[in-house]
């Protein structure tokens, strides 16, 4: 017979409870982490430079994905009063504008 509707949940896991599977990649997570860790960079001191570089930049990725390149199309047609910027607020904005260009003409060599 149904359980009629309304009535609180009985038996089984508390609500937010992990179950046993959940538990158990917690507990090799934690040692991965705590065990592993210590012996991965054991390993890592022991590389060649070369080596090295080549494995830190792959587990790197694992903490810090690399980014997507966006990109904006169109035409920007905004005017800045400058009338008002101080010397050192002119200055920021001509190295900011002079880095765009010259990352522009690094993309594309």
Do not use: H
């Not at 017979?1 to 990649?25: E, F, I, S, V, Y």
């Not at 009063?81 to 003409?105: F, G, H, P, V, W």
């Amino acid at each position: 017979m149904a359980k009629p509707k309304g009535l609180p949940k009985t038996g089984g896991r508390k609500k937010g409870a992990p179950n046993k599977k959940t538990q158990q990649w917690d507990e090799l997570g934690a040692k991965i982490v705590g065990e592993g860790a210590e012996r991965f960079m054991n390993v890592l001191d022991g590389l060649s430079d070369e080596d090295f570089t080549k494995n830190y930049l792959q587990i790197l990725e694992y903490f810090k994905p690399k980014q997507q390149r966006t990109e904006i199309k169109g035409d920007i047609k905004s005017t800045v009063d400058i009338s008002s910027m101080t010397t050192e607020e002119l200055k920021q904005r001509a190295k900011a504008i002079a880095d765009y260009y010259e990352s522009q003409n690094t993309d594309t060599a």
